[in-house]
């Protein structure tokens, strides 16, 4: 069902906290599923220095965080703004189909935590692309 990746991140999950004084903070949720991942950014001349996460949310959600923060980390801004949910799944060495949106979730936190460092740089927010959360999922 879960590969070993999705395992270890659910049960040794990266990042996990919350930064003081963040550079960024983004939020998204599925109110349909009940999951909810909030991202945290340390920027430093555009790079994100450290990244942290709350997560609530089952166990791919947590692993989508995890891996999602891990691969952001020491990346520069565009770099991050770049990271993909599928590319997310894939370094968890995949996710069962009806969790997809978990990794969905945490492309989406992470632009809604740049777009408010963006924000209070005084630079232009970036457009996100429009999810369908309506996918019929279960928990």
Same mark, same amino acid.
């Given at each position: ?31 349909k599923c009940g999951d909810i991942m909030k991202i945290y950014l340390r920027v430093e ?15 791919? #959600? /947590? ?9 952001? !980390? @020491?990346?520069?801004?565009? =770099? ?6 599928s590319a997310v799944a894939e370094a968890l060495d995949g996710l069962p189909p ?10 989406? #936190? /992470? ?9 209070? !740089? @005084?630079?232009?927010?970036? =457009? ?12």
């Open positions: 069902m879960y590969s070993e990746k999705v395992l270890d991140h659910f049960q040794n999950p990266r990042n996990v906290g919350e930064i003081e004084n963040p550079d960024g903070v983004g939020q998204a949720g599925n109110p001349n555009d790079v994100v220095t450290d990244i942290k996460f709350k997560t609530f949310g089952c166990a791919s #959600a /947590i692993a989508s965080s995890s891996m999602a923060t891990e691969l952001v !980390k @020491g990346k520069n801004i565009d =770099e991050a703004w770049s990271l993909t949910n009806v969790k997809m949106h978990c990794s969905v979730l945490a492309e989406e #936190a /992470i632009h809604a935590a740049i777009n408010d460092y963006r924000r209070r !740089k @005084g630079l232009p927010v970036l =457009e996100d692309k429009e999810y369908n959360h309506d996918h019929g999922h279960q928990h």
